[in-house]
């Protein structure tokens, strides 16, 4: 869950980075299930997943060791909706991947505060 403030922007930076945090930890099912509404959507390029549907094998698929963003960029789309657009270098063992992403959030008032109703991430 999120709270959402008059600073949207920072607010969106700080769940991408939460986002990323939680998959090099290892904890990214947990994270998506904590943090989206109970009928949120996860739109990756080639699936679209439900919350519940969130579990170790899908999102170890996205896990990494470590990551970087680089060059943010946030538009804001109302009170509870953004776009954050970012260079991302992700490295997974020895390998490094850099991706030109955007994440796209909207949040909806899940009764006991604000969550992702869905989230939307393009790879390039």
Known sequence: MTAITDD?????????????????????????????????????PGAIIGRDELT??????????DYQVHEPAVIRLGE??????????????EHLHEYFVSTTYVFDDDGGGWCIAAQQRTLA
């Open 8 to 44: 949207l922007p920072a607010r969106l930076l700080h769940e991408e980075h939460e986002g990323w945090q939680a998959l090099v930890a290892g904890q990214g099912a947990d994270y998506f299930q904590r943090s989206m509404t109970r009928d949120g959507l996860l739109i990756l």
């Open 56 to 65: 170790g094998p899908i999102v170890d698929l996205a896990a990494c060791d």
């Open 80 to 93: 509870h909706a953004g776009i954050v657009v970012s260079r991302v270098v992700v490295r997974r063992g």
